[in-house]
């Protein structure tokens, strides 16, 4: 099976989750308005639908939207 070309990575200890696009790092996102920023700075398109597509979007070590480390 093909792994989603966005993955948002576990929350780190202090916070945040880092998130990649293709392979590229894109930036530590701290909420769903870090993350649309920067799927959109990518050229991505409609990322507020983007980030609930799991063919698009794999959310890794965590639940979806849970931003601090548990």
Do not use: K, N
Not at 31 to 43: C, N, P, Q, S, T
């Amino acid at each position: 099976m093909r792994s989603a070309p966005i993955v948002v990575h576990q929350p780190s200890p202090s916070g945040g989750r880092r998130v990649t696009a293709y392979g590229h790092f894109l930036g530590l996102a701290h909420d769903d308005v870090d993350l649309i920023e920067f799927l959109r700075r990518a050229g991505l398109p409609d990322p507020e639908t983007l980030i609930e597509d799991p063919q698009m979007v794999e959310w890794r070590g965590s639940h979806a939207h849970q931003w601090d480390a548990a």
